[in-house]
């Protein structure tokens, strides 16, 4: 990023979008390539600060290139919405630069963990977010949070019902200095369709279908954060269930919120703790499949079809997402205690030290 053509391609490409929508009011990200992969040559390097360098991050190597860009744009389309995201191996704040006041800042905290709210002081994670937020709301910029919910391993992929935590975290925001939320959801296909013709299920399909409830809450707290949770929880789901809503979906839906919420561990992409877990309380996982039976022998009668449909399809979910990743985890899921070393150990190949005779000896895994 300081070879002056890559600065000149790139500035032309951003001029030839705005002059291509001049209409358009939306702002207008310049991001990375979505990888943690930079130029390692000596110009580019001379950018880093030693701390930075240090740490492997790149927030001033990124944020000398979105100024750079930004202010060239605005000479010709001062109005030009612009900004750029703390993400990947530069979420925190630059140290040998500051990103012009002018710029909107998506924080897309890929990591964020979705069972503990954004200030929970007792959640590892979020903590250490915590205090990149406050970072970012001592530079007086305008800050957006990038929510990245629908990520691998996060909401959309797993089946989680994580809609009480953004409502919650929607509430704390202000006091993190954010302006509000850039919900990231990957959108239905154009079919919207969950099954193909033959029945067989789509899997690109399953992050819009398991999620719904959190987009569905998310999108009306993000208009009015004033509205009452339970109230529109209610009636999201009345209307969506039919009579499976009062005939089984209710407490299924509640104790499935009840087993994820209060599962030891942090849950999000990229963190440890398996989705298989929250099925270990004693009578669980039956009493969830007894709810799915009691809420689909409701929708045969109710007399819109979709009831049917939709119960049917939170059980195939929930066959795809929990009970596979409980098969996964009883099978091969190891827990590792990690001892503290007491003498030097050799890695050689040869286990004659005696640290190696007091730890644990694990094998099998998948």
């Known amino acids: 990023t300081s070879n002056p053509e890559v600065l000149d391609r790139m500035t032309k490409s951003l001029l030839d979008i705005i002059q291509a929508h001049p209409d358009a009011r939306g702002l207008i ?54 900004g750029g995201w703390a993400y990947q191996n530069f979420w925190m704040p630059p140290l040998g630069i500051k990103p012009d006041k002018r710029l909107e800042v998506c924080l897309s905290f890929n990591n964020q963990c979705w069972r503990h709210a954004i200030n929970d002081p007792d959640c590892s994670v979020n903590r250490e977010f915590n205090k990149l ?17 629908a990520a691998e391993g996060a ?13 919650n975290n929607f509430k704390i925001y202000p006091e993190l200095g954010l302006a509000g939320s850039r919900f990231c959801i990957i959108p239905p296909p154009p079919d919207a369709s969950f099954y193909r013709p033959e029945g067989e299920f789509q899997e ?8 719904w409830q959190t987009n569905y809450m998310s999108a009306q707290f993000m208009y009015d954060i004033s509205l009452d949770y339970d109230k529109v929880y209610e009636e999201c789901n009345r209307l969506y269930y039919g009579k499976a809503w009062e005939g089984g979906m209710k407490e299924y839906r509640a104790l499935l919120t009840k087993a994820f919420l209060e599962t030891p561990g942090c849950q999000g992409w990229g963190l440890g703790a398996p989705l298989g877990r929250c099925l270990d309380q004693a009578g669980v996982h039956a009493k969830l499949l007894e709810l799915l039976d009691k809420a689909e022998k409701a929708a045969a009668s109710d007399p819109d079809p979709r009831a049917l449909i939709h119960v049917r399809r939170d059980r195939d979910i929930f066959r795809l997402t ?3 990743a409980r098969k996964n985890y009883l099978e091969n899921f190891k827990e590792l205690n990690v001892y503290r070393k007491n003498a030097n150990i050799r890695i050689d ?5 005696t640290d190696w005779k007091n730890a644990d000896v694990l094998s099998n895994f998948k």
């Not at 930075?52 to 750079?68: D, F, I, P």
Request: charged content about 25%.
């Open 29 to 82: 990200v310049i991001g990375n390539n979505d990888g943690s992969g930079w130029c390692e040559c000596a110009e580019c390097r001379k950018i880093d600060p030693p701390e930075e360098a240090r740490l492997g991050r790149m927030s001033t190597r990124y944020w000398t290139l979105v100024n750079t860009l930004a202010q060239r744009v605005w000479k010709v389309y001062p109005d030009a919405r612009l």
């Open 322 to 324: 929990w009970e596979a």
């Open 133 to 149: 937020y406050r970072q970012w709301k001592e530079l007086g910029l305008i800050v957006h949070n990038r929510d990245e919910i």
């Open 204 to 211: 690109r399909n399953l992050n819009w279908f398991a999620m």
């Open 349 to 353: 190949g040869v286990l004659d030290e």
């Open 155 to 167: 909401v959309g992929s797993c089946y989680l019902p994580s809609e009480s935590v953004l409502y």
